[in-house]
């Protein structure tokens, strides 16, 4: 059974950094798969934040690319966000994924329970 | 990028109901499509992938269908645990996209 648990700050300052770790359980990273980071503002709908495939490469969001640095170990079976400069407007419960390659680029099939960052000061 | 647009943004259905939810896509996506179901205070469910495939373990009264730049959600004898908000996903690009969700709530 295939398990994601994030871990971080629940709250950030503003200007500061957010950064979010996600780690996966009952199954191997270096298998391959995609790994995401989709966040949810509150009261708001979903919207992907960016993705990892098990090789390193990385995939934004496009407003988010210059602040968004997403990383690996598969050594310890864990992926990482770090967001820069947040601002209110971060605020949001991050949830991390595995995303499934199926002949389109991938879609999520198991997802964590998700972490609630609030940006404030 | 490309754009989700899901209809109704909400809908009020009773149980045992037909209830038929649209994504539309701003390009063709041909059937990259996903939906998930999300209840209060939980993760989102994977239901349907392919645009008409069904998840391991998710009920038959569901169903998708659509290719190109319209999809469907179909869920046939709406039950009690089926009131939840549900999305549709992209996965045509690796910029996936997601809908604004459907709210199905008690009429």
């Known amino acids: 059974q295939v398990q994601l648990q994030e871990s971080g700050p629940g709250l950030v300052k503003p200007s500061e950094t957010l950064s979010l770790t996600c780690v996966v359980s009952?199954?191997?990273?270096?298998?391959?798969?995609?790994w995401g980071w989709i966040r949810q503002p509150p009261g708001k709908g979903l919207e992907w934040v960016g993705s990892i495939y098990y090789s390193g490469t990385t995939y934004y969001r496009p407003s988010l690319e210059s602040r968004l640095t997403m990383s690996l170990d598969t050594s310890k079976n864990q992926f990482s966000l770090n967001l820069n400069s947040v601002t209110a407007a971060d605020t949001a419960a991050y949830y991390c994924a595995r995303g499934i390659k199926d002949g389109g680029p991938y879609y999520f099939d198991y997802w964590g329970q998700g972490i609630l960052v609030t940006v404030s000061s | 990028d490309i754009q989700m647009t899901q209809s109704p943004s909400a809908l009020s259905a009773s149980v045992g109901d037909r209830v038929t939810i649209t994504c539309r896509a701003s390009?063709?996506?041909?059937?990259?499509l996903a939906w998930y179901q999300q209840k209060p205070g939980e993760a989102p469910k994977l239901l349907i992938y392919?645009?008409?495939t069904l998840q391991s373990g998710v009920p038959s009264r569901f169903s998708g269908s659509g290719s190109g730049t319209e999809f469907t959600l179909t869920i046939n004898g709406l039950q009690p645990d089926d009131f939840a908000t549900y999305y549709c996903q992209q996965y045509n690009s690796y910029s996936v996209t997601f809908g604004h969700g459907t709210k199905v709530q008690v009429k």
């Open positions: 392919q645009a008409s």
């Open positions: 390009h063709l996506i041909s059937n990259w």
């Open positions: 009952g199954y191997s990273m270096r298998r391959g798969d995609y």
